[in-house]
Every structure is written in structure tokens, then in C-alpha cells.
């Protein structure tokens, strides 16, 4: 049996506005309020609610057997509330319809635990985070994660030592990368270094067909045709001879639908006729991340993460966030003042601090070139990644003040 594993990341970071030096000491607030409401209701028009409605009935359509997973972010759903409560009750219904599972993740979308030689104030904020998200999870849908999926699919050894010691995961999620797999498939399940965790990997090539190469008319597979994608999907469980359940892992930014990839590209018909097709074929079925704890029938090899690896352009490495020097500087500079916050008891200065620690701010400070350099200028407010490290070191030194 092959399980269809399609989990959705749901996210949205506040954005810093025009921060100048003269407003230091004089402007508490950093966010760009009216862009911050553009693009939730832009994007909630586009995707969300329509997306949102696809899955409902298709939910309804296939009596629970189409399931899905998500991770929505905290500052994803503040700004729900803030700026498009329809999306947060849409996703509430779909939590009630049972075939939703919501994963766990650090609730500001944050860096704390990118590196595996994090420090006692990462640590620290790494775990409060994930807490503050679980509380968030069970509040808004009922739901308690199981499964883990760290900020933009980073994920190293050391990560899976806490996730399990501090708040118990079953599961994690990362990528599937060759230079960790090496000839081994991502449809397998697998444990992690320490034999604690279960580890499902992003199968990325067909999961970037449709988040990535659905719409480009200079892809040689170009179109992507549903009868064409479930052809492809049927022939990969032909690598295994012992009955052995596989899983496809299929996780992509949730704005694919509708946003990323345009309505008339054709991307929500090719999602509503897919699970049809799927179920043409018994041997295919839909699954949740959960499910791999209780449908594993042989026992998983042990893959180990030395090094960090991330879902974000072609080295799936941190380079995206924590490469260049102004990136280096500002993070580093973000978690000293997060330790002093913390250690002067500042509770009214935390939550902006948070707000500062989402990776999108150092993502919109990336100096790649290339395909990479134009997927981080298509997701920038900002005219350059200097603009965006200079407010950002604003904000920063507004916060430093105001400790002061």
C-alpha cells in the first residue's frame, strides 16, 4: 500500500515597515500594519478560502477517505484574526470534519533551533515556542500534535533529541535530500539517530511538479495533467517486493493553490479531480503524517542529520537564512537582546521581539544570484536585501532602547 501524504504549510510573517534611524527611540510599532492587510486579504481571496472550500468537499465527496495535513504558523493565525476571520472559521470547519491533522511547529515561524550548536537562549525559546504553538493548536481546532515539522523543514539530530525529550513527539517531518538518503527512497519510512523518532521525507521532485513547475510552459512535462501525475504515482510502489507500506510525502506551501500557482493555470481542477483518480487504483489511498506510527510493517532504518537541511532552494541547507554576513549579524544581535528581554523580565517587549524572530526577515536579507536570488525577490517587500537588513537592525536597536 501507498499512502499519499500531502501536508500544507500555512504561513505569514508580519512584515517590518520602513524603519529609519530617526525613528528609533520615538515609534514603538515596527510592522507595516496596511501591507500586512493587503496580502492576508489578497492571499485569503486567492487561496485560503477557495482552497479552504475545495478540501471541504472533497472531504464530503470521498466520505473522509481524502485527508490532508497542515502547520499553521501563530503569526499566521493573529493575522486571521486581525484581518480575515473567515479564513480561521474555514479552517475550523475543516478541523471538525476529522480528516485534518495539524502539526506542530514553533509558533513565530522562528530559527531557534537551526543550527545544532544552538545556545541556552535558543534552546529556551526553541521550546517556549513549540509550547505556545501546542496550546494554539488545541485552543483553535482541539487538536494536539503529534507530529513535528520545524521552520521551513529544518531538521538535524540534535532537533530530534528535544522534540521527543521536552514535549514528546511521535514523528517528524524533513526533506529528502540524496546526499542523506543516498540510494535509498524517500517513500520508505525511517527512525531518527536516536531510534525515537519516526521520519517521513519530502519525496521533492513530484512535490515541486506541482508547487514549482505546475505552470511553466518551458517545463518538458509541461502540462502537468492529473491522468499524467497519478501515472507516475502508481509506478512507485514497483521498488518494493515485501509488501512493505510506503508514503509518499507530498508537502508544499499552501499558497500553492491559487497564489503561487494562478487559478487559471488550472492548478484547483487538477486538485479536485485528483483524489478520483487516486482512488481508481486500490493499491493508493490519502494518509495523514500520523499515520505512519501505527502502519509501519517492518522496522525503519536509522538515518542520521549531522549537518542542517531545509526544504529552501538548491543547497536545501540554511543558506537561505543564516548565510551572508548582515544575516549572521542579525540574528545573532536578535537572540542577544531576546536573552536580555528575558532576563529583565520585559514581558511587554517580548511578543514585538518574537515577532522579529521569524525567518522571513533574514530570508528577505538573502544576496543569492541565479533562480534562488529570484524566488527571494519575488517573496521581498523590500528593494534590496541591505534595505531589508537596515530595518530590521532599526528595529533592533528600537527594541535595545527601550530596554534600556
Not at 499519499?4 to 527611540?25: A, C, M, S, T, W
Not at 531510534?195 to 502537468?224: C, M, Q, T
Not at 538515518?303 to 548565510?323: I, Q
Request: net charge negative; proline share 5%.
Amino acid at each position: 500500500m501507498l499512502k499519499i501524504v500531502f501536508y500544507f504549510q500555512v504561513h505569514q510573517p508580519f512584515r517590518l515597515k520602513p524603519y529609519r534611524v530617526l525613528d528609533i527611540g520615538a515609534d514603538p510599532d515596527y510592522f507595516d500594519e496596511n501591507l500586512n492587510s493587503q496580502v492576508m486579504k489578497k492571499v485569503a481571496e486567492k487561496c485560503y478560502l477557495p482552497t479552504n472550500k475545495l478540501l471541504l468537499e472533497l472531504i464530503d465527496k470521498y466520505e473522509g477517505q481524502f485527508r490532508v495535513a497542515f502547520s499553521i504558523t501563530g503569526t499566521a493565525i493573529e493575522q486571521f484574526r486581525l484581518y480575515a476571520p473567515e479564513v480561521l472559521d474555514s479552517f475550523r470547519l475543516l478541523a471538525q470534519s476529522g480528516c485534518v491533522e495539524f502539526l506542530g511547529e514553533t509558533y513565530y515561524h522562528s530559527l531557534s533551533f537551526a543550527r545544532p550548536d544552538y545556545d541556552d537562549i535558543r534552546r529556551e525559546e526553541f521550546i517556549e515556542q513549540v509550547r505556545m504553538h501546542r496550546k494554539l493548536m488545541e485552543s483553535e481546532f482541539g487538536f494536539s500534535p503529534m507530529v513535528f515539522r520545524n521552520t521551513e523543514l529544518i531538521y538535524h539530530d540534535k532537533l530530534s533529541d528535544v522534540i521527543w525529550e521536552e514535549e514528546g513527539f511521535k514523528a517528524v517531518l524533513a526533506e529528502g535530500v540524496e546526499r542523506i538518503l543516498g540510494w535509498r527512497s524517500p517513500l520508505y519510512a525511517y527512525k531518527s539517530y536516536n531510534h525515537k523518532l519516526f521520519l517521513l521525507l519530502k519525496f521533492y521532485s513530484l512535490a515541486d511538479d506541482i508547487a514549482f513547475r505546475f505552470s511553466n510552459k518551458g517545463w518538458v512535462e509541461y502540462p502537468l495533467t492529473v491522468e499524467k501525475f497519478v501515472e507516475w504515482v502508481s509506478r512507485l510502489p514497483l521498488i518494493e517486493k515485501e509488501n512493505k507500506n510506503l508514503f509518499l510525502n507530498l508537502f508544499m506551501d499552501y499558497e500553492t493553490f491559487g497564489e503561487h500557482q494562478w487559478e487559471d493555470s488550472g492548478i484547483f481542477n487538477f486538485l479536485r479531480r485528483l483524489p478520483g483518480e487516486i482512488f481508481k487504483r486500490p493499491f493508493l489511498s490519502f494518509g495523514w503524517p500520523s499515520d505512519v506510527v501505527d502502519d509501519v510493517n517492518y522496522e525503519p532504518e536509522v538515518l542520521s542529520f549531522p549537518e542542517p537541511v531545509s526544504w529552501a532552494d538548491t543547497e536545501r541547507d540554511l543558506s537561505a537564512w543564516l548565510e551572508n554576513d548582515m544575516q549572521k549579524n542579525a540574528a545573532d544581535s536578535f537572540y542577544g537582546i531576546l536573552g536580555k528581554i528575558k532576563e529583565k523580565g520585559r514581558s511587554d517587549l517580548l511578543e514585538p521581539a518574537r515577532r522579529l524572530s521569524t525567518s522571513d526577515h533574514f530570508y528577505y536579507m538573502c544576496t543569492k544570484y541565479f533562480q534562488d536570488g529570484d524566488v527571494h525577490k519575488y517573496f521581498s517587500p523590500y528593494d534590496s536585501p541591505e534595505q531589508a537588513y537596515l530595518h530590521y537592525l532599526n528595529a533592533l536597536a528600537d527594541l535595545e532602547e527601550r530596554l534600556r
